[in-house]
């Protein structure tokens, strides 16, 4: 029974990830492969050398910690307020989660026309509560344009990642929580003593995902200002696309190997850190 899927994933997975790597160290300049020729590291080092690579570094790196930390700070807070019981909470519940089912396309264009400098909604709005000096060019400050394609990042996920803490805070025993009251915990103690232990495997999921997820940021940043202005918001993503949009396939595959290469070695060890914080119910 398993059978269909590992075909489906090794079709679809497995296959095209072993032969972008195949394609990475050749010079391919036609989709029919026509002209192709072997090049060896020669892409490794064409990406590597690339005048924009170490932007794209450093702004993948400032876009996946504001993110993830947004995101799982904003989520706990979500899901230990929507843990309780209150005549609202499922309501509340798909209200912070639905932004994660909309498109990525679609949020991002809402967000470019919401934060247009002259005729945004944010501008519009602060300027009428008689704030104009909060006003700004969200999108087009390169000092300020990572930070709201973050922001347009974290509004989309955060109900994503509380719905992952959610679903550990409620795995804990009711019996913890009443052991805690006999012993004349606060609420604090509850929370750092209970609660934030016992939901590690969960912590350990959400971070690790958003980490990834920003890491591997694409399609809002190319939606909202497609590594612009100049290349204030250019990350590992769009320097992909544009390496492929631009007729560097082999590029574009090093590029993609190299970003994989960057996560694993970011990723596995926060991983293997948060694993061993984990106790046993």
Request: aromatic share 12%; hydrophobic share 55%; proline share 4%.
């Amino acid at each position: 029974m398993l059978l269909p899927c590992l075909a489906i994933f090794g079709i679809f997975f497995m296959l095209p990830a072993v032969m972008g790597v195949g394609f990475s160290f050749l010079n391919i300049r036609n989709v029919d492969f026509s002209t192709a020729t072997f090049a060896g590291i020669g892409n490794y080092k064409n990406v590597l050398t690339d005048s924009g690579m170490n932007i794209a570094i450093k702004n993948s790196f400032i876009f996946a910690f504001v993110t993830t930390v947004l995101k799982v700070t904003l989520g706990l807070l979500l899901a230990v307020l929507l843990n309780n019981k209150l005549k609202t909470t499922n309501f509340m519940r798909t209200v912070f989660f639905l932004p994660a089912v909309l498109s990525s396309v679609a949020v991002g264009l809402i967000f470019t026309a919401m934060m247009h400098p002259t005729n945004g909604i944010i501008n519009v709005a602060l300027r009428a509560a008689g704030l104009p000096m909060l006003a700004q060019n969200w999108l087009t400050d390169p000092k300020l344009a990572i930070f709201s394609v973050a922001f347009v990042e974290v509004w989309k996920w955060t109900g994503f990642t509380m719905v992952i803490l959610l679903a550990g805070l409620q795995s804990i025993p009711e019996h913890y929580y009443e052991a805690a009251r006999i012993d004349g915990a606060t609420g604090w103690q509850k929370f750092r003593y209970v609660t934030f232990p016992l939901i590690m495997p969960a912590f350990t999921n959400a971070l690790v995902v958003n980490l990834i997820g920003g890491l591997k940021a694409f399609d809002v940043v190319q939606t909202v200002t497609g590594g612009g202005p100049g290349t204030a918001t250019e990350v590992f993503g769009t320097l992909v696309y544009k390496s492929f949009g631009s007729g560097r396939y082999g590029e574009g595959c090093a590029a993609s190997i190299i970003l994989c290469v960057v996560i694993l070695i970011v990723v596995l060890p926060v991983y293997r850190f948060l694993t061993g914080k984990e106790v046993e119910m």
